[in-house]
């Protein structure tokens, strides 16, 4: 009877183990994040598929075009507009000077920049040219002009590739240079960077930009080559005029020889008749 009872107590624990075994082997195919939770107390490292882009939706747009607009300037060449920003304003001995970005070569003479509260600059101090971008450096003569604000391009933003009219064109940007090129703005209306010959140039390059390794294509250089011209005319000039007077001089004392001479020969010829003396020729 106790041998009896023993087996049966064998036979069921086997039995036990095997439904053990069959439901952890159950668990394990359906529910595998639980099964090594069980194990390890860890749940396991989710692995998901990197989602697209998501697109700017209609609100999105027109909240960032409001503060695109508000935060853009532009320059006027005639009657034609270009966009442009002003991203950083400078203190130097004289004057507070602001630079402003643009990315097309203009008639730098005539052009100004207006900004944002009808604030107009005019009278161009110099224009840089670094790499494929121009920095145009004015006097703001006193007047507050602030800088537009930078930020990081993250996904998704807008892009300023010029105006219609007087109204900037903004268009979604989802961070492809290939076909466009203008302003870049982050979801945030924040000034991004541009796209110019197919790259991508970030804001912090150009905030962090050392002018002095760009070139001056107008304004101290354009003015000491006049300088140059004008003191070249200014030589010739007096060259011509050393060169009349010479002439005149080498008349002047010409001419008085002949007058002696002709006395001479009257004094040498009257003297013969004895109507002058010597005093009244001296």
């Not at 466009?180 to 970030?202: A, E």
Request: charged content about 20%; aromatic content about 10%; proline content about 5%.
């Amino acid at each position: 009877m106790a041998l009896k009872n023993k087996f049966l107590i064998l036979i069921s624990v086997f039995l036990g183990l095997f439904l053990a075994f069959i439901a952890a082997g159950i668990l394990f195919l359906y529910k595998p994040d639980f099964f090594l939770s069980l194990i390890f107390g860890k749940k396991p490292i989710e692995i998901t598929e990197k989602k697209e882009t998501q697109k700017l939706t209609k609100k999105e747009l027109f909240q960032i075009e409001e503060i695109v607009t508000n935060n853009l300037s532009m320059i006027k060449e005639g009657i034609t507009i270009h966009p442009a920003i002003i991203f950083k304003i400078a203190e130097t001995e004289n004057s507070t000077d602001a630079y402003v970005l643009t990315l097309s070569e203009l008639e730098w003479p005539f052009v100004k920049t207006i900004v944002r509260g009808g604030i107009t600059l005019d009278r161009v101090k110099k224009v840089y040219k670094c790499s494929d971008i121009f920095i145009l450096d004015f006097d703001t003569k006193g007047m507050v002009v602030p800088p537009v604000k930078s930020g990081p391009f993250i996904d998704k933003g807008v892009i300023v590739p010029g105006f219609e009219g007087q109204k900037p064109i903004v268009s979604p940007f989802y961070g492809d240079c290939q076909e466009i090129s203008g302003f870049v703005f982050n979801q945030f209306g924040d000034f991004s960077g541009v796209c110019k010959s197919q790259d991508f140039i970030p804001a912090s390059w150009i905030n962090n930009l050392n002018l002095s390794t760009c070139s001056i294509i107008y304004g101290k250089p354009a003015q000491t080559e006049n300088s140059t011209t004008n003191d070249t005319e200014n030589t010739t000039e007096n060259e011509t005029e050393n060169r009349t007077l010479e002439s005149e001089n080498i008349t002047n004392n010409t001419k008085p020889d002949n007058q002696t001479l002709e006395f001479n020969q009257t004094y040498i010829g009257e003297n013969s008749t004895g109507n002058f003396t010597t005093n009244q020729t001296e």
